[in-house]
């Protein structure tokens, strides 16, 4: 299965196999896309170093198992924000600083977990890329694109932890077992989860879901690594969280109609098609998107967040 990103910004020339923010339509796995302003002036090319990925999951199998162990104070926090936050937002924030998402796979081990702020180059160099591929834009345009990929995840980054970026990292197999070595470990792939109407996009893509449900968008996987259960997991990744940090009994992503793989994955995930967008949008040159929606089995609600508001 192909890669997948759909970033929702101003700009929407066509939707990737991600189903959620339609609006930056980039790779073919899974049609999600981010909604972000899009600057247009002085575009530079920003580095794609990515840092060590440290903390490793000890988990194996296909629940997230939260940490137990934290040394961070939340002055260190990587998930810092930089603005007040509630006593309700800093519960959730530590709950996304302790998730965890295991799988072993037919070829080896995948683990998801929240992005951190030193490794947000490496995924703007993946999304960037995998946009590109998707809309068939010829290299010189990777400058530009890492600009306004950059600028988009450090503004939903400010919106934790109403929505968070995921990673997933992957680790093969050499004659049936498992790579033992850091270096072998590598970033596969990465998705994004909105949480509540605060961490909506203020650019949704069409047909357009419900402010206050979880959402679902901008999937991609690494070239190389796909086909091989790295898109389904981090589908099942970000369902995991949305389980864990919202009341909600739904969640919403969006699909572009020419993508056939993405669409009977998302179908074999459970989702349903809510909406389809009007031929009319094919004026604005988009492609036609549709909105699809599942019914959250049940939704565990931490012991400590038990007496939360919810917005």
């Avoid at 968008?217 to 091989?228: A, C, F, G, P, Y």
Wanted: glycine share 4%; with cysteine.
């Amino acid at each position: 299965m192909a890669a997948t990103v759909s970033l929702s910004f101003s700009l929407d020339p066509q939707h990737h196999y991600f189903s959620h923010n339609p609006h930056f339509k980039p790779h073919k796995l899974f049609p999600l896309t981010p909604s972000f302003p899009i600057p247009l002036k002085h575009p530079y090319l920003l580095p794609h170093r990515c840092n060590r990925y440290a903390s490793k999951s000890s988990s194996s199998s296909s629940h997230s198992t939260p940490s137990t162990a934290t040394n961070l104070s939340y002055s260190e926090d990587p998930f810092r924000t930089g603005r007040f936050l509630s006593n309700e937002e800093l519960e959730k924030l530590k709950l996304l600083e302790n998730f965890r998402y295991g799988q072993e796979l037919e070829s080896g081990s995948l683990w998801v977990r929240v992005m951190r702020a030193e490794e947000m180059d490496a995924i703007v160099a993946l999304l960037a890329e995998s946009f590109a591929e998707s809309m068939l834009w010829p290299s010189g345009y990777l400058s530009l694109l890492r600009y306004l990929v950059k600028q988009y995840l450090i503004e939903r980054r400010a919106l934790m932890p109403h929505t968070a970026t995921l990673i997933g990292f992957y680790r093969g197999k050499e004659n049936g077992v498992l790579e033992q070595e850091e270096e072998d470990e590598q970033l596969a792939g990465t998705v994004e989860v909105c949480f509540d109407k605060r961490g909506a996009n203020a650019s949704p893509p069409t047909p357009t879901a419900p402010k206050n449900s979880p959402y679902i968008s901008n999937m991609t996987v690494k070239s190389s690594l796909r086909r091989r259960g790295v898109g389904w997991h981090l589908l099942k990744a970000s369902e995991e969280l949305i389980s864990q940090m919202s009341f909600s009994g739904e969640v919403y992503l969006h699909c572009r109609m020419i993508d056939v793989a993405p669409f009977n994955m998302y179908t074999k995930a459970g989702y349903s098609i809510v909406k389809t967008d009007s031929i009319l949008i094919l004026l604005m040159l988009q492609r036609r998107k549709h909105l699809m929606c599942k019914k959250l089995p049940a939704i565990r609600v931490p012991s400590d967040m038990s007496d939360s508001v919810v917005e």
